[in-house]
């Protein structure tokens, strides 16, 4: 059943503003592990604000690894990004390196870092500690962020373009968020797995977020997905005033769901003019 609830949310995909595709951000320095070192190549660098109020506050994010991330951006956007493609590629063993994440108005204080590695077989070996003061060197100016030292596991430095999530057009709240175009897809959408129609259920999806469900789908067969959709997915009065909040940007939407023992994410995007669930 908790497999099906990730269908649903937990992450967000996010406007973000314009950023030069032809400036890569680079990393310089070593991600040692019990004595292994990795060289780690490739900097990203991310502002997540906090306009859903699903997280402590706002935090920067950066990403160092000895690979392209070429959706970085949108990854560094998620509520938790190694919970999604991120540690999704640490299990798989084709990405190693390092989630550095900060106050921005503390970021000098202390970091928590996480640690994206391959671990047992299908699992990635994610390990976050808080670490105070790891920057020797710590800088933002003309729209780029650049630091080093000791930063956990890793020894180096880093310099990316700092990207920011675009501006809130609308927050709504109670029956106002209920009633929104990204609502109503929403609960259209979730209707649709609940009555077993997947059909009519993936045209309220991405091609991502689909691609997730019907992996789901043969994985425990169509009969048992039937089952716990109905259990899972409630009536759509119910459902409805669980909707609390709707934050709205230029072409994504975030639903906050309070389910009663804990608040559910839902992400959209707008293609093509129509509100999609998105991974």
């Known amino acids: ?100 994440k900060v106050d921005p108005a503390k970021a000098k204080d202390a970091a928590y870092i996480t640690v994206l590695i391959q671990g047992p077989p299908g699992q990635s070996f994610m390990t976050i500690t808080r670490s105070p003061a790891p920057f020797e060197r710590f800088e933002i100016a003309n729209g780029r962020i650049s630091g080093g030292g000791e930063i956990g596991p890793f020894k180096g430095s880093f310099d990316a373009p700092l990207i920011k999530m675009a501006p809130v057009k609308e927050h709504l709240k109670g029956k106002a968020a209920a009633e929104s175009a990204p609502a109503k897809a929403f609960l259209a959408t979730e ?48 459902r409805t005033g669980q909707i609390k909040d709707a934050v709205l940007r230029a072409d994504s939407a975030f639903l906050v769901v309070d389910e009663g023992n804990g608040k559910l994410g839902v992400p959209l995007v707008l293609e093509g003019g129509q509100w999609k669930l998105d991974e």
């Open 1 to 100: 059943m908790e497999r099906l609830a990730l269908m649903v949310g937990l992450a967000v995909a996010a406007s973000l503003a314009p950023a030069d595709a032809a400036d890569p951000g680079t990393a310089k320095g070593d991600l040692v592990i019990e004595g292994q070192a990795t060289p780690l190549m490739h900097a990203y660098a991310f502002e997540r604000d906090n306009a859903e109020g699903m997280m402590d506050g706002a935090e920067l994010r950066i990403l160092l690894t000895d690979v392209e991330v070429p959706d970085a951006a949108r990854q560094l956007a998620r509520l938790v990004p190694s919970f999604g493609p991120l540690g999704q590629q640490a299990s798989e063993g084709k990405l190693k390196g390092v989630l550095i």
């Open 191 to 238: 209707q649709a797995m609940r009555k077993g129609d997947l059909a009519a259920a993936q045209k309220g999806m991405t091609a991502a977020k689909w691609h997730g469900v019907e992996a789901f789908v043969q994985q425990v067969g169509a009969a048992e997905f039937a089952k716990q959709a109905t259990q899972f997915f409630l009536d759509t009065a119910t």
